[in-house]
């Protein structure tokens, strides 16, 4: 009887496998242990298979969750930044006088004053030879001043804080027995740039100061906008 041939199609991933049977008995031995083999191998080559595809998953989700950690870290970073290193730093306080002691007026006109003796200068704002404080960055502004009078009777002590040429916040020292006062005031401002802020006293009056430095002039940027 003479031999034929079947084709067998074996469908696994990738794979195509052809096995030729005939009468001839060790062929067919031959050809079913190959095939046996490649099975066992298949079967092998699907389970590794299967292996990596769950632990592809599982990288993936480490990775979105890696992402989500790094997009918080990333918000919080700029907050950081926000509140700190984020934005300009601006900052200053200074005193009337350098040295000595004495009264400043009066004057025959109303007159900024020049606080003269700084203590900080963060950003170089303020100018102590004119004593006015000029904004270089757009933002929200904290300013305070503080005068003192030691004398009870005329003339007696009235200074402004102003904003270009806007009298903002005042002290005022009126006429009375007593002597060694003493008074502040602050406010919060927005500046755009190139507003000048400055202290002024009021004409035909006058304020005292000496080393232990009564009368001072500072700010400081909030936050910028």
Not at 110 to 125: A, E, I, R
Not at 147 to 167: E, I
Request: charged content about 20%; some cysteine; aromatic content about 8%.
């Amino acid at each position: 009887m003479k031999g034929f041939s079947v084709l067998f199609l074996l469908v696994a991933p990738g794979c195509l496998l052809s096995v030729s049977l005939g009468d001839n008995q060790d062929q067919k031995a031959c050809c079913l242990s190959d095939t046996g083999c490649l099975m066992k191998e298949l079967i092998s080559i699907g389970e590794k298979l299967g292996t990596m595809l769950e632990k592809q998953g599982t990288m993936a989700d480490n990775l979105r969750l890696m992402e989500t950690r790094l997009q918080t870290s990333e918000k919080e970073v700029e907050e950081l930044k926000r509140l700190t290193g984020g934005q300009p730093k601006v900052a200053f306080s200074a005193a009337l006088r350098e040295s000595g002691s004495g009264d400043t007026g009066p004057f025959t006109t109303d007159t900024p004053l020049q606080y003269k003796k700084v203590f900080s200068n963060t950003g170089n704002c303020y100018n102590p030879a004119t004593g006015v404080f000029t904004a270089q960055v757009k933002g929200m502004y904290y300013f305070r001043f503080t005068l003192r009078n030691n004398l009870h009777s005329t003339p007696n002590s009235v200074a402004w804080l102003s904003k270009n040429s806007q009298r903002l916040v005042s002290v005022w020292d009126a006429n009375g027995s007593d002597s060694n006062d003493h008074g502040s005031n602050a406010v919060v401002i927005p500046l755009e740039v190139g507003d000048n802020v400055y202290v002024v006293l009021q004409a035909k009056r006058l304020i005292y100061d000496d080393t232990m430095n009564y009368n001072t002039f500072s700010g400081f940027l909030l936050f910028t906008m």
